[in-house]
């Protein structure tokens, strides 16, 4: 009988704990033993684990957060560290280890299995989605409702004072949350890291859609949805830039870790569920130093490596319906 380890790493996202719930209960089902590593890496070097049985799953699937915590981990990124974590799994008798994170937490994986020769899977989880090889990560879709719903509320408020709101939304590096919270809350241009050229280029844009607007409207409210990390010196330079061209009365919202929380939407769970049951099948397989995904809602398996090597792109077709409804709709 198998001996698994699961553990939850980097920053937390909201159906980690569906995960969990559903390795704990293919796990019963299969027979094997599963262990839970706390506080991510961290546990994996303090050899702070807590068996993970039936007991566990009461209640599980709904919670936000994840109930084995999660953490950075500064010494699991020297060789020490990764020889130490290599030692603790060969002393626990771990024959595969599960982990459920961010292309950080994969890179940090990878680099285990140069010191371990048990079994690796990744499972990703990141309100980011900026992970390559699956149509979407653990916690996304939780996110965009978010910041959609905060996105509603600033405009209640942005329409009563007919003023100009600026948002801010999470993604490290990619645009998927900003423009996806963007579209489905109707907010009136967007600015995400795939497009942006220079700051000066986008401000253009941007004053032409506002004047556009107000010529055609009058006074009205204007949201503009930015993606963390895009803007040079974030709202606070973009509220600037606007001034410099006459356009006051900017209000910046920063969503911030909110985003991160609450209970996992439908499709964070089915996701969830669905990668957590096929990890655990995978259990014993020669596949190692791979990554569960979902494409077109099957499961497949990519290796760790292209998870973070391939850029991924945003959708298409969302990409057109943002400019022709948001950035680009008015003309000159
Ligand atoms: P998110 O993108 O949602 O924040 P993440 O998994 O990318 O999640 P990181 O903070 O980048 O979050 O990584 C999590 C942990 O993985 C790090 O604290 C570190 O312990 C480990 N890690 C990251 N990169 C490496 C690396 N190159 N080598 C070894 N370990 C790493």
Redesign the pocket.
């Known amino acids: 009988s198998k001996r698994v380890a699961i553990l939850t790493?980097?920053?937390d996202?909201p159906g980690m704990n569906a995960c969990i719930r559903a390795a704990i209960i293919a796990c019963q089902k299969a027979e094997y033993t599963l262990l839970g590593y706390q506080h991510?890496?961290n546990g994996l070097l303090q050899q702070e684990h807590v068996s993970l049985s039936l007991g566990s799953t009461h209640n599980l699937i709904q919670q936000g957060g994840t109930i084995l915590h999660s953490?950075?981990?500064?010494e699991?990124?020297n060789r020490e560290g990764?020889m130490k974590a290599a030692d603790n799994l060969k002393q626990a008798e771990i024959d595969t280890l599960i982990v459920i994170?961010?292309?950080?937490?994969?890179?940090?994986a990878s680099?285990l299995s140069e010191h371990w020769d048990g079994q690796i899977i990744g499972i990703p989880g990141?309100?980011?989605n900026?992970i390559a090889g699956t149509d979407a990560t653990i916690g996304y879709f939780t996110a965009i409702d978010t910041a959609m719903s905060s996105i509603d509320k600033v405009r209640d408020t942005a329409d009563a004072f007919e003023r100009i709101f600026l948002v801010e939304v999470m993604g490290?590096n990619a645009g998927f949350l900003a423009l996806n919270a963007a579209l489905s809350s109707a907010a009136d241009y967007v600015v995400v890291p795939e497009f942006f050229e220079s700051a000066e280029t986008e401000i253009q844009k941007m004053v032409t859609q506002i004047k556009a607007q107000r010529a055609l409207k009058g006074a009205v409210s204007f949201i503009i949805v930015v993606a963390e990390n895009v803007w040079p010196n974030g709202l606070a330079g973009l509220t600037e830039a606007l001034q410099q061209h006459d356009i006051s009365d900017v209000r910046p919202v920063t969503l911030g870790h909110v985003q991160r929380g609450g209970s996992p939407v439908a499709q964070d769970r089915l996701l969830a569920t669905t990668l957590g049951e096929h990890a655990i099948k995978l259990v014993g397989s020669e596949a190692t130093n791979i990554m569960v995904g979902e494409v077109n809602q099957h499961p497949v398996t990519v290796p760790l490596s292209r998870t973070w090597e391939t850029s991924k792109p945003l959708n298409d077709a969302r990409v057109e319906a943002m400019r022709t409804l948001m950035n680009e709709r008015y003309s000159e």
């Open positions: 790493s980097g920053g996202a991510g890496y953490a950075r981990c500064k699991f990124k990764l994170g961010g292309d950080g937490s994969f890179r940090g680099k990141t309100i980011d900026d490290r």
